[in-house]
């Protein structure tokens, strides 16, 4: 088929049901996910000033500064320590509530983190900053993994890809909206910073109004609730076509799949060994998601400038170049991925991010020689973002929903998104510290991790694109199956005390003679 069939293909499915939803669901979840990362980066001398005066108010001096980095550095990562305990309960509440109802009913945590935040300095308490950052952490956790869960499950199989990493340029824009209302002609100065964190109360109301009028997965109803006409109306809906039986009849045969499987514990999956490669390919990857650098970078951006020597007053608009660069790298992979497929975006991405990491402990390292070095640094940091939102961005939640079928999926993004918050907790606290006893060398760690993800995706996992849930199951069975079968096929030949072969012949199980 050529392109232009393939194009019509696609738009034939792109419903206006099927975009508004996963706009809808992108705007008021995934783009808050980003604001929240790069929020507190422009505002950090006013945040700091305010924990300082608060705390001399209270005790009659202030934070040493140790103890103010501290705190800090816990206002940063808390929201990352949200996000992981809002990734435990995502498989309760989606076979309890739905994906659509799920996320609808998250949309109050959201009020309730902006209230906190928006009133703190009037209440003189840095400790609603920090539990608002903690809430506002709770509720990603949830949304970042029922999000591609959602839309993972109401797209057509050619549309999966489009669709699942449409969440990751709202991450990439929530991270610009962050960077842009940081500035100081917008909400970047010192008496707007309460209102700058919570702004995040508007994307979250509007997907609150207009999230419910759509309907919910057609798969959660069929397959977990065995609402056969609801499963269908909402197909219809989703797909813009009558006729849906075929794709009724491909749940049905998951359903009866997993007629004899209930819905599968953590514990369960962690010990299945049919699914041990899918576990640990989605620890793997969610871990080097965040383990990569990126999150050093989008916490503490304004400071990796101004150690590369950026001048003080162009730090903010150089930031705001960096996140319009990273909205363009996400349309990059958005338009790309089923054309190209998963694994060339997320191993191009780990990849070149390995060698950007590398590139700004060069630059950082020669800077006090070679003046242009810092523009070197700039370039990397660029090149680390580019290079995140173009693949694993987006593709590490897009794969979690597309390694498991529907019993083993919520359990699967339980583990998934603990392990991506754990990580995104460490480096966010661990990030200023590590920067001060490694300086320039503490990149490096972050190129090994991503040259690692990048081999082991090569090497394990494989291409899931334009596959059927059942398909892509059965791939990895395969794989189990073959990697099962090579002690037994490869005999290993022992070797005597002087280093030669005992047998000057490898026996292969199965074959009919040994090779000379």
């Not at 738009?11 to 508004?20: D, I, N, S, Y």
């Not at 962050?178 to 979250?204: C, H, I, N, R």
């Not at 640990?280 to 871990?287: E, F």
Request: proline share 5%; charged share 10%; with cysteine.
């Amino acid at each position: 088929m050529d392109d232009k069939a393939c194009h019509q293909k696609m738009t034939e499915h792109l419903t206006f049901p099927l975009m508004a939803v996963t706009l809808l669901s992108s705007f008021g979840s995934s783009m808050l996910y980003g604001y929240n990362l790069a929020v507190v980066n422009s505002p950090a001398t006013h945040i700091k000033a305010f924990y300082n005066a608060t705390w001399s108010k209270r005790y009659g001096q202030g934070l040493t500064q140790g103890t103010l980095t501290l705190m800090y550095s816990l206002t940063v990562s808390v929201f990352a320590l949200g996000g992981l305990a809002g990734s435990f309960p995502v498989g309760m509440l989606v076979t309890r509530y739905g994906r659509n109802g799920t996320l609808i009913r998250s949309s109050f945590l959201v009020f309730l983190a902006g209230v906190l935040m928006g009133f703190s300095r009037y209440m003189e308490s840095p400790e609603m900053v920090i539990i608002g950052r903690f809430i506002t952490g709770i509720h990603s956790g949830i949304c970042l993994s029922v999000v591609p869960m959602y839309l993972g499950e109401i797209a057509p199989k050619n549309l999966r890809g489009f669709l699942g990493l449409v969440p990751s340029i709202f991450i990439c824009l929530g991270v610009f909206s962050a960077q842009v209302l940081g500035l100081p002609e917008l909400l970047g100065e010192d008496p707007y910073w309460p209102l700058f964190l919570s702004v995040v109360v508007v994307p979250a109301f509007l997907q609150l109004l207009l999230l419910h009028w759509f309907p919910e997965s057609p798969r959660y109803l069929l397959i977990e609730k065995d609402n056969v006409r609801g499963a269908t109306e909402a197909l219809r809906c989703f797909v813009g076509k009558y006729d849906v039986e075929d794709v009724i009849e491909e749940m049905r045969e998951e359903q009866r799949s997993l007629a004899s499987v209930n819905t599968v514990s953590v514990w369960h999956l962690l010990v299945d060994s049919s699914v041990r490669w899918q576990v640990l390919s989605v620890a793997v990857i969610n871990m080097g998601m965040q383990l990569s650098g990126i999150d050093a970078i989008w916490f503490y951006t304004n400071v990796i400038f101004e150690n590369a020597g950026i001048p003080d007053p162009e730090i903010p608009y150089t930031t705001v170049g960096t996140g319009a660069i990273e909205v363009v790298a996400g349309l990059i992979g958005c338009f790309t991925i089923e054309k190209l497929g998963r694994r060339p975006l997320i191993i191009t991405g780990f990849f070149f991010m390995g060698i950007c990491c590398s590139g700004i402990t060069m630059s950082l390292v020669l800077q006090a020689t070679v003046s242009w070095m810092r523009y070197v640094s700039v370039a990397c940091v660029i090149g680390i973002i580019a290079g995140f939102c173009m693949g694993p961005a987006g593709v590490p939640f897009l794969m979690t929903a597309e390694l498991f079928k529907q019993s083993h999926r919520p359990s699967a993004y339980i583990v998934g998104g603990s392990l991506n918050w754990l990580s995104n907790f460490t480096v966010g606290f661990v990030f200023p510290f590590l920067q001060m006893s490694a300086g320039a060398f503490c990149y490096l760690i972050f190129c090994g991790i991503c040259i690692l993800v990048a081999l082991y995706v090569y090497f394990i996992i494989p291409e899931t694109k334009n596959k059927t849930f059942m398909e892509i199951s059965h791939l990895f069975a395969s794989r189990h199956s073959f990697f099962s079968c090579l002690p037994d096929s490869v005999k290993m030949v022992k070797f005597n005390g002087y280093g030669a072969m005992e047998n000057s012949s490898l026996e292969f199980s199965g074959s009919g003679s040994s090779p000379a």
